[in-house]
T-cell receptor, first 112, second 114 residues
Framework: DQQVKQNSPSLSVQEGRISILNCDYT??????FLWYKKYPAEGPTFLIS?????DKNEDGRFTVFLNKSAKHLSLHIVPSQPGDSAVYFC???????????FGAGTRLTVKP | DAGVTQSPTHLIKTRGQHVTLRCSPI?????VSWYQQVLGQGPQFIFQ???????GRGNFPDRFSARQFPNYSSELNVNALLLGDSALYLC?????????????FGSGTRLTVV
């Protein structure tokens, strides 16, 4: 069951512009959302997270927005850099069980 | 400061065989979780162990089992391998059972079943 969906398999942006990666979820019990970045031959690296009690969390160039009514979250990267080129996974968890549900990922390419 | 280490990095097995994958968490981390990532998909939760006890299990058949040792390292065992078990197996560690931040993942073990 695809409880977390990333509908765009790929995204290409120019260096210096904004990258917006989107994620939708279906399970209203999810109360914590995370973004991971993955380079080839490496494990996913935690990027930023947001609790369901917030609608925005910012960390440097990365901002995550949560719209609970729409069950939608997005990751904004401003400005985008070539080193940001990677696969980005959205993940969500519910309750005490530390079981993260991941989306299928979006491959971001930032062109110099 | 060592991160999460997994061994082996690559493995080729034949259908019907058994495989054991190993994971050493970051020093001080008591929770280890296992995920399976099939090509083109996101990681799927298999198990979480915390303080040597199973604390969560994903939707995987009984052919999959795991354990955590007193030093908090962990093994994932898969019996009667199927072609569909070919995947990247990721181990993640954390200090606590429940997080308000992200796991630290290892680089994974690439299992190919032929």
């Amino acid at each position: 069951d695809q409880q977390v969906k990333q509908n765009s398999p790929s995204l290409s942006v120019q260096e210096g512009r904004i990258s917006i990666l989107n994620c939708d979820y279906t399970n209203s019990m999810f109360d914590y959302f995370l973004w991971y970045k993955k380079y080839p031959a490496e494990g996913p690296t935690f990027l930023i997270s947001i609790s369901s009690i917030k609608d925005k969390n910012e960390d440097g160039r990365f901002t995550v927005f949560l719209n609970k009514s729409a069950k939608h979250l997005s990751l904004h990267i401003v400005p985008s850099q070539p080193g940001d080129s990677a696969v980005y996974f959205c993940a969500a968890s519910a309750g005490l069980v530390n079981d993260m549900r991941f989306g299928a990922g979006t491959r971001l390419t930032v062109k110099p | 400061d060592a991160g999460v280490t997994q061994s082996p990095t690559h493995l080729i097995k034949t259908r019907g065989q058994h495989v054991t994958l190993r994971c050493s968490p970051i020093s001080g981390h008591k929770s280890v979780s296992w995920y399976q990532q099939v090509l083109g998909q996101g990681p799927q939760f298999i198990f979480q162990y915390y303080e040597k006890e199973e604390r969560g299990r994903g939707n995987f058949p009984d052919r999959f089992s795991a354990r955590q040792f007193p030093n908090y390292s962990s093994e994932l065992n898969v019996n009667a391998l199927l072609l569909g078990d070919s995947a990247l197996y990721l181990c993640a560690s954390s200090e606590r059972q429940v997080l308000n931040y992200g796991y630290t993942f290892g680089s994974g073990t690439r299992l190919t079943v032929v």
